[in-house]
């Protein structure tokens, strides 16, 4: 099991509703990573921080936004939501120097 | 065209036989390719990754690289019940993008 949680577990929102996600990272990893992941599919990445900065970014319109703090924890907001939201949204972080993910348990958004 | 492609099985081996699961990736610039696990319900867990072209063993597993052929593979040996799971193969592309395939389902029968 890895260092990395999120929170909430489990999140039911409505459209049109905003969601804020949360990721404390392992300690020492000063990347993180987040990633939709829908049933039956891989995960989907949508971006990446490092050192507080964006560092890359999937295909995600911009409703999609991140933060990532001094303290390398970092949060997943989301803007304006849609019912193909819903999924499983996970965040992984990293080592310096490595490219080697580690996961957190996932939180499961409902959009109704 | 998807960045990386999986066949999504699923792939049925009898306990104790060779399980052997494909990827194929688009991006030739690739440098760094992975292997991850991923049971029902659960976030996926590092297997383990491969940088250069050819073979890396980790106890029963074996990673395999061609950059050419832009093809990796992940062979398990003496496959047991609770290897039971969607396994996952990621690459870093570039801009420190990484893309997963959709996962590669294996049911190891007893």
């Known amino acids: 099991e890895t260092g990395v949680t999120q929170s909430p577990t489990h999140l039911i929102k409505t459209r049109g509703q905003q969601v804020t996600l949360r990721c404390s990272s392992q300690s020492g990893h000063n990347t993180v990573s987040w990633y939709q992941q829908a049933l039956g599919q891989g995960p989907q990445f949508i971006f990446q921080?490092?050192?507080?900065?964006?560092?890359g970014r999937g295909n995600f319109p911009p409703r999609f936004s991140g933060l990532q703090f001094p303290n390398y924890s970092s949060e997943l907001n989301v803007n304006a939501l849609e019912l193909d939201d819903s999924a499983l949204y996970l965040c992984a972080s990293t080592l310096p120097f490595s490219q080697e993910q580690f996961f957190g348990p996932g939180t499961r958004l409902t959009v109704l | 065209q998807k960045e990386v492609e999986q066949n999504s099985g699923p792939l049925s081996v009898p306990e104790g036989a060779i399980a052997s699961l494909n990827c194929t990736y688009s991006?030739?610039?690739?440098?760094?390719f992975f292997w991850y696990r991923q049971y029902s319900g659960k976030s996926p867990e590092l297997i383990m990754f491969?940088?250069?072209?050819g073979d890396k063993e980790d106890g029963r597993f074996t990673a395999q690289l061609n950059k050419a052929s832009q093809y990796v593979s992940l062979l398990i040996r003496d496959s047991q019940p609770s290897d039971s799971a969607t396994y996952l193969c990621?690459?870093?592309?570039?801009?420190?993008?990484?893309?997963f395939g959709s996962g590669t389902k294996l049911n190891v029968k007893p």
């Open positions: 921080y490092y050192r507080e900065e964006e560092n």
């Open positions: 991006d030739r610039g690739s440098q760094s």
């Open positions: 990621a690459v870093n592309g570039n801009f420190n993008k990484f893309y």
């Open positions: 491969i940088y250069s072209n």
